[in-house]
């Protein structure tokens, strides 16, 4: 009998300790699911705009699952949104601990960094990034335009002329190329807009920068060729008016610059200090002619 007894009560325990098992089992998968819910939940509000309500419910989150990386994640984002640019540090330099080579977590930091004010950091985040990783492209875009907007333009270029070596397409050369012009490196910038219209000859951004630079280094006769180019594409204004300015006043056909004059008037080109510089450009035998053009309108 005794020894029945001993045999049932030894079953009970294993039944309540497996029962215990499921129940803790049930408890975690519970929290998991509340977590989850909260954390989508704090994604819609965020879409819709709704801030101040997402930051809770992130916290909701978290207080459901504290590991939880994504909630953590979207909170510090959402912090930073908001403007409380040391809450959301906080959140990322605690997810940073947690995993120190975390890419997606340092941008997060350099973005922070740069909107609020902080472009040294912001850069110092993108270095170590790319000590990580010297490849990665959205640290390697990141890096260059901090630079650039702090006025370290000829920096910058390192960082773009490696882009392009790394992903190289039409997108990517003209942002070198504007770099190289912000850098004071014309002639290179004119080279690369010369290779993007080589495979693309109406891309309009090679062309407006290949007239521009072309005439900054004397080359009018390149820029007028460009001008007219976009002129052709795309019966633009302020295209015609480039033409008409460069045949009146450096190439000296007045006749086609007239008439590129009157096809930017007729399509609405308006600047009154355009107009006097031109007027006070033109050679005065054509003068009176420019001048009935632009009083005509």
């Not at 940073?96 to 975390?102: A, C, H, Q, S």
């Not at 912001?122 to 702090?150: C, K, M, Q, W």
């Not at 309009?204 to 072309?214: E, K, M, N, P, R």
Request: proline share 2%.
């Amino acid at each position: 009998m005794r020894r029945r007894y001993r045999l049932m009560k030894g079953v009970i325990l294993i039944i309540a300790a497996f029962l215990a098992v499921i129940s803790s089992c049930r408890t975690w998968s519970a929290r998991e699911e509340q977590a989850a819910a909260s954390f989508n939940l704090g994604n819609q509000m965020r879409e819709s705009g709704r801030l101040d309500e997402a930051v809770e419910t992130y916290k909701t989150a978290l207080s459901y699952q504290a590991n939880l990386a994504s909630a953590s994640y979207n909170l510090a984002l959402t912090l930073s949104e908001l403007g409380r640019f040391d809450e959301a540090m906080a959140y990322l330099d605690t997810l940073l601990e947690i995993d120190p080579t975390n890419l997606k977590v340092l941008r997060a930091m350099a973005w922070v960094a740069w909107i609020s004010d902080d472009a040294d950091s912001s850069l110092r985040y993108y270095r170590t990034a790319l000590d990580i990783f010297p490849g990665h492209i959205p640290s390697l875009n990141g890096i260059s335009e901090v630079l650039e907007r702090t006025g370290r333009s000829a920096q910058a270029l390192e960082y773009r002329e490696l882009l392009v070596s790394l992903e190289d397409s039409t997108e990517s050369r003209l942002i070198l190329a504007d770099a190289m012009v912000e850098a004071g490196r014309d002639s290179d910038a004119l080279g690369v807009y010369r290779d993007v219209l080589s495979n693309d000859p109406n891309n309009d951004d090679a062309l407006i920068g290949a007239a521009v630079i072309s005439e900054r280094l004397d080359s009018i006769r390149a820029s007028l060729t460009y001008w007219l180019k976009l002129a052709d594409v795309r019966n633009d204004a302020e295209d015609w008016w480039h033409v008409a300015r460069i045949r009146l006043t450096s190439i000296g056909d007045y006749e086609g610059g007239l008439l590129a004059l009157e096809n930017a008037m007729n399509a609405g080109y308006r600047d009154e200090q355009a107009f006097e510089d031109l007027l006070a450009a033109t050679p005065p035998e054509i003068r009176p002619a420019v001048r009935n053009l632009i009083s005509d309108i």
